[in-house]
């Protein structure tokens, strides 16, 4: 199986940009899509981003797209989630996550998680 450690979180302004990065070990990253969650207090988890094991397919969550962009590095390991123009709604934890089957949105489908990362946008 697959460890996640995010990191890259912290507070910033509005229109501002953050880059979390996510950090796998253990079982090869590449066998792996992966995605991006947020959760804010009082709300439910939600889908930002995902991304196939290969980088050549990505999604993106109509309230962040023209904003974030996803990636992913094979060779080191670690998945990106670059976000510009951030707004306060914005405001969440950050998780990424990880299958082995096809992309999806949602977020109980992910068998792998990070601890999360807490991104504050302030207005």
């Known amino acids: 199986q697959v460890q996640l450690v995010e990191s890259g979180g912290g507070l910033v302004q509005a229109g501002g940009s953050l880059r979390l990065s996510c950090a796998a070990s253990?079982?090869?990253?590449?066998?792996?899509?992966a995605g991006w969650f947020r959760q804010a207090p009082g709300k439910e988890r939600e889908f930002v981003a995902a991304?196939?094991?290969?980088?050549?397919?990505?999604s993106y969550a109509d309230s962040v797209k023209g904003r974030f962009t996803i990636s992913r590095d094979n060779a080191k390991n670690t998945m990106y989630l670059q976000m510009n123009s951030l707004k306060p709604e914005d405001t969440a934890v950050y998780y990424c996550?990880?299958?082995?089957?096809?992309?999806?949105?949602?977020?109980?489908?992910?068998?792998?998680w990070g601890q999360g990362t807490q991104v504050t946008v302030s207005s």
């Open positions: 991304i196939s094991w290969s980088g050549s397919s990505t």
């Open positions: 996550a990880a299958r082995t089957l096809r992309l999806s949105a949602l977020y109980y489908e992910y068998s792998y």
């Open positions: 253990g079982r090869t990253f590449n066998l792996y899509n």
